[in-house]
């Protein structure tokens, strides 16, 4: 074999079809692709989650190729068992003799399960790779030992044998991240692509549904330097006509006064470089201040992203958000008087909540008007490391996990809150039938104004049954009716009609439909 290696983010399939029109890439193997690039080590990238590649194809890249060392990122909770089905079908189906590594953000928190349970993975890199790779890589391609290398976990003679990972403080140091326009395909304007930025990692939340605080410790928010962050973006206008930057930390800025004269740099810079460009940042409710968020408009900022999670101030306790309801509201007032989009997050069903704290959760987001499909039915995930998986058995919530990646091994408290989340799941694999027609009609069409008027049209329709739904479920639930059929009934006549707009909307305006309505 060649001493060349192969990262690769493999396909996770989005059953739900919600994440079609968005960014797939993948900053942490870009990261890694690029300190292996600077050691001068051969390697190729692949995001087949973005490209939309399945494993066998994956496989048989890698075998073509011969590659020694095969890297296979498990970038979220969610990912894991595609990342393992990559693995076992490489080791096991196309009879890869090289080396197989796992690495990312989950395998960090879950190392000793997953060694466990993938026999066929050689070591787990625990932490942050970008120092550790290179090295690592090196060791396996020369047959040296890999003794202190900081994060590797193994298996030996049925042990369990790892080093303390490694944690970056001095972000600058850190190459660029590889890019790949093939990641970007899906989108039918290539003039307004979407790119990733990260200009810190951490967060100082204590949040109990987040693991980052278990990833993270005992670090908390770090950035880059202003100068660093606005070199990247500069280079990505420069070469790939970047108009748009998706910033991806946790939280953007803390309202400190390090963090004050961090964005009194960026906003400098970027006025001083004449860099033109839109962007959106995530923060915290209680770090939305008028000042800071002009400052940034100044250059650019368009979008906000909060994780505001809840309206009852109760949950909001049990989730140690740190904030009231209140400032909640006030978040979206500044954002709303600024001119700046507020794009929300949040947890809707919670376990331990009762049906009033379900109302309240519901009234809060009609309040706020900043409509997101995604937070009518969003469900607390338990994610590997966070904390709300004490609160829930300690409430006697929390049930056997079938896999150990699971993340909603809970029950209800409240029984009506409990068939609710049950029937608005069924609501959802209905919706499924809806987005793959529109997403059949997009992939078949150029960009045209049609399309693009469908596309809006969608958005309202979508709303409406949406909508429509929540109130009847939760009007009907409230006055004792707990026949699922009734609602079921209800679901697929609303389903049809959301169906048939689609079609109709197609047909009038001589979109091609295919016949056969399905994806990969």
């Not at 303390?164 to 990641?183: C, S, V």
């Not at 420069?238 to 953007?252: C, G, Q, V």
């Not at 929300?344 to 704290?357: A, Y």
Request: proline letters at 2%; charged letters at 30%.
């Amino acid at each position: 074999m060649e001493n060349k290696c192969f990262l690769v983010v493999p396909q996770m399939i989005d059953m739900w079809m919600k994440k079609e029109y968005v960014s797939r890439e993948i900053l942490g193997v870009e990261y890694l692709g690029a300190a292996l690039k600077k050691a001068n080590i051969d390697c190729t990238v692949l995001n087949a989650y973005a490209q939309r590649m399945s494993n066998d194809e994956v496989c048989k890249i890698i075998m073509k190729e011969n590659y020694k060392v095969v890297g296979v990122s498990c970038p979220s909770q969610r990912s894991y068992p595609f990342s393992k089905d990559l693995i076992k079908k490489l080791r096991n189906e196309y009879d890869y003799k090289g080396f197989i590594t796992m690495g990312g953000f989950y395998v960090s928190l879950a190392y000793k399960e997953i060694l466990n349970d993938c026999k066929e993975v050689d070591y787990l890199m625990r932490g942050e790779g970008e120092r550790t790779i290179a090295p690592f890589y090196t060791a396996l391609f020369e047959g040296t030992s890999i003794k202190g290398i900081k994060g590797i976990t193994y298996l030996k003679d049925g042990k369990i044998i790892t080093e303390e990972p490694d944690y970056i403080e001095e972000l600058n140091d850190l190459p660029f991240p590889i890019r790949d326009m093939n990641n970007f395909k899906q989108f039918k304007n290539q003039d307004r692509i979407p790119f990733r930025v990260m200009s810190g990692r951490g967060c100082y939340g204590r949040c109990t549904f987040c693991s980052v605080i278990e990833h993270e410790r005992p670090r908390c928010k770090i950035f880059r330097s202003a100068k660093n962050i606005v070199d990247e973006i500069e280079e990505l206008v420069k070469k790939y006509n970047a108009k748009i930057i998706n910033f991806a930390d946790d939280i953007f800025f803390d309202g400190s006064k390090k963090s004050n004269e961090h964005i009194d740099e960026f906003v400098r810079l970027m006025k001083e470089r004449n860099i033109s460009i839109e962007f959106d940042c995530h923060l915290r409710a209680t770090d939305v201040k008028e000042e800071q968020l002009m400052k940034l408009k100044s250059v650019g900022l368009t979008t906000v992203w909060l994780g505001l999670e809840s309206g009852c101030q109760r949950l909001l306790d049990e989730m140690h958000k740190n904030c009231t309801v209140e400032q909640n509201y006030k978040a979206i007032e500044i954002l709303k008087k600024c001119k700046l989009t507020p794009s929300v997050t949040f947890i809707t069903l919670v376990p331990t909540m009762s049906f009033e704290e379900l109302k309240i959760n519901y009234k809060f987001l009609r309040d706020i008007d900043c409509y997101c499909e995604d937070n009518l039915y969003n469900r607390l995930n338990i994610y590997t490391g966070c904390e709300y998986e004490k609160i829930l058995e300690e409430k006697g919530l929390l049930t056997e996990k079938k896999r150990f990646y699971d993340r909603d091994n809970y029950i209800f408290a409240d029984e009506k809150v409990g068939f609710y989340a049950n029937i608005i799941s069924v609501m959802k694999e209905l919706f499924i039938k809806p987005r793959k027609l529109l997403y059949e009609i997009n992939c078949k069409n150029d960009e045209t104004p049609e399309l693009d008027k469908l596309m809006d049209e969608y958005q309202i329709w979508s709303k409406n049954t949406w909508e429509y739904f929540v109130d009847f479920c939760m009007e009907h639930i409230e006055n004792g009716n707990m026949d699922i059929e009734f609602y079921k009934k209800m679901m697929n006549e609303k389903i049809e009609e959301l169906t048939n707009k689609v079609e109709k909307f197609a047909i009038m305006n001589k979109l091609k439909i295919k016949n056969e309505i399905g994806v990969e």
